[in-house]
């Protein structure tokens, strides 16, 4: 049984729609032009716990959207320093995209948040040389905790290290132009050195080795099984490829060499619909997460492509998204939704079956 009502109506004139997915698409979420009025917050009110099936429920923890959440509180003396030289310059998220997490449990978009160290940085690489790094877009960790970066405008990829220090760059050509036309989704398999990454204007899926060579060119332009329109996100789960095929509406799984095995999702405007499919993952218990950015929800379904439930809503308190891009469910069933236009992410708590008996803990 499905559980949790949509907020909000859902009858938007679809062809319309439509053509405002293809151009939401073909331009980086921070630098489209949008016009919606971002609503001033109400006073922070945590949403309610959304009790599921089975005593499994869906609790929501915190917020974050700058520097200054990751940093210890001042004491006193910083607090003085604070009040004559000026608050310090935090940096802050302005339309945030893409999200990962590492073994450390350091947040990664971009900027880079350790919640328990209380550290922060941020990743850029701003050189007049032909590897400066544009506009990045979706982010990825290996087993050794090394970052990678998407840049939809270089076409390029860029690898730093764990500490944040840039390392080299993956599709750069003779004379400065990346190889890839629009590279979006990353995902890196440390056990059989892989990476897998999709060009979205080439609607095809790269396997790479980790040196960069391409080893297998994965898909074509179409809309049957193993074929893509507009591929974006990409997750790997065991033997399992999930690639958001985001104009045919849908999430498409795929083995790891490329062959089809399911998909689930079509276009539509009801419950288990997709109409801008974006980030995507999954939780202990192989439920797959799917934000979809024009309704403002991540929806919920089993490894069987049934909707289980679903949560969220147009708005600017907390538990709602405008906008939402990525996502990712860490290993402890922290479920990280990146709410972009709202500048922030939202990050909430899955207990599953069991849990609940271990006061909470995987």
Known sequence: MVQFLLIGARKTCRGTAILACV????????????????????????????????????????????????RRKPGFWAKLVNVIAGEPDYKRMVSPYSIAVDSR?????????????????????????????????????????????????SGKIFVFDADGKYRRVIGSLKGGEGYFKRPTGIAVDSATQRIYVTDTLRNQIFMLDMDGQILQKIGKTGSGEGEFNFPTEVLLHDSTLA??????????????????????????????????????????????????????????????????????????????????????VDRDDRVFVVDSFNQRVQVFRYFGMGKQAKGGQP
């Open 243 to 328: 690639v958001v095929d985001a104009m045919n509406f849908r999430v498409q799984f795929l083995d790891r060499s490329g062959a089809f095995r399911a998909a689930i999702g079509k276009i539509g405007d009801s419950s288990g619909d997709m109409f801008r499919p974006k980030g995507i993952g999954v939780d202990s218990e192989g439920h797959y997460y799917v934000v979809d950015g024009l309704w403002g929800v991540v929806q919920v379904f089993d490894e069987q492509g049934q909707l289980l439930y679903y949560f969220g809503g147009r708005g600017a308190n907390l538990g709602h998204f405008v906008l939402p891009t990525g996502l990712l």
């Open 23 to 70: 151009a939401l698409l073909l331009v980086p979420a921070w630098g489209t032009k949008i016009k919606i009025k971002r609503a001033t917050p109400a006073a922070e009110v945590r949403p309610p716990d959304l009790l599921l099936e089975g005593g499994r429920k869906l609790t929501f923890e915190r917020s974050f959207r700058s520097e200054q959440e990751a």
């Open 105 to 153: 449990r350091r947040v990664i978009i971009v900027h880079v948040f350790d919640f328990t160290e209380h550290k922060y940085k941020f990743l850029q690489r701003r050189y007049k040389d032909k590897d400066a790094m544009l506009q990045p877009q979706c982010v990825a960790v290996d087993g050794h905790d090394n970052i990678y970066v998407t840049d939809s405008v």
